[in-house]
């Protein structure tokens, strides 16, 4: 009884956040059956998510990783048709390009690295001679190898569960690591990894970090990281910022409400990537 008087006091609010479509859908679930939508957005999304796949063949279509294959599979839950239209996380594409470029890296070490959105596309670019991808779930390794295989970068790819320094520590001497660029997305983890002891390990080399500050309540442990971070780095904030579907010429035929439906990257809020670059570079 006490299960069914919550699900009607969930009602409301339900209503109030999604609509009847919503209502429907939620309803839906509470009966046993499988309905991955919230509300009429997030099947619009799912049908254009199939619309580029079709459209795209599975190959980012625009942008600094155009050409990479994709699996017409997701590891996340949501549609992000944005991935294959080659503008997702399209500022961090941006900064990770440049900052190959400007220094040569050798290396490039993912920790996070889902199916390799970045790691198999700066590796199939030839802008470095060897990635390591760290995946704490079996499916998304399972995905990082397929989509390195595909992309025919599997003999530059080495593939590790949770991320961890263990294997650097033991592998990278201090020449190796001012040749490596760090992308970290781990979900809030960083700052359980990144110690003061780690990022002095790390003070040679470039790391590009997603920045999930809000999930911490300890407001202290974010005091610390910062401070250490500005012990060994010279820190730059990358912001979330807006896309322009319009400059995808494949686009030019959808409705302007789906164009902009498609930029959807399911965030909960506008993202800050931390740029940490050495002092004593």
């Not at 609509?19 to 059956?33: A, V, W």
């Not at 390591?132 to 995905?143: D, P």
């Not at 979330?240 to 965030?267: G, H, Q």
Request: aromatic share 14%; net charge positive; proline share 2%.
């Amino acid at each position: 009884m006490f299960t069914v008087f919550r699900k009607i006091k969930n009602i409301v609010p339900t209503y109030r956040e999604h609509g009847l479509d919503g209502l429907l859908y939620s309803i839906l679930r509470n009966l046993g059956f499988k309905c991955r939508y919230h509300n009429f957005i997030d099947k619009r999304l799912h049908i254009l998510t199939k619309k580029i796949e079709k459209i795209s063949n599975d190959v980012v279509m625009w942008g600094p990783y155009k050409g990479t294959k994709l699996l017409n599979q997701t590891f996340w839950f949501v549609d992000t048709p944005n991935r294959l239209i080659g503008l997702y996380e399209y500022e961090v594409q941006k900064k990770l390009i440049e900052l190959v470029k400007k220094h040569e890296f050798e290396y490039f070490i993912n920790f996070g690295a889902a199916d390799g959105y970045h790691l198999i596309s700066i590796l199939r670019q030839r802008f470095v001679k060897k990635g390591l991808g760290f995946e704490i779930s079996s499916e998304g390794r399972k995905f990082l190898q397929k989509t390195a295989d595909i992309n025919s970068v599997s003999d530059k790819i080495e593939i590790f569960e949770k991320a961890n320094l263990e294997y650097i520590r033991e592998k990278f001497s201090e020449e190796m690591l001012s040749k490596t660029l760090f992308l970290i997305d781990i979900e809030g983890d960083e700052f359980d990894l990144l110690d003061d002891d780690a990022l002095k390990f790390l003070s040679k080399s470039t790391l590009v970090i997603e920045n999930h500050d809000f999930m911490i309540k300890n407001k202290e442990k974010i005091n610390n990281y910062f401070s250490n971070i500005k012990k060994y780095f010279n820190l730059e904030y990358l912001k979330y910022s807006s896309r322009n579907p319009n400059v995808v010429s494949e686009l030019n035929n959808f409705l302007e409400m789906d164009k902009w439906i498609m930029m959807d990257e399911a965030r909960p809020s506008n993202m800050t990537w931390l740029v940490l670059t050495p002092k004593n570079k």
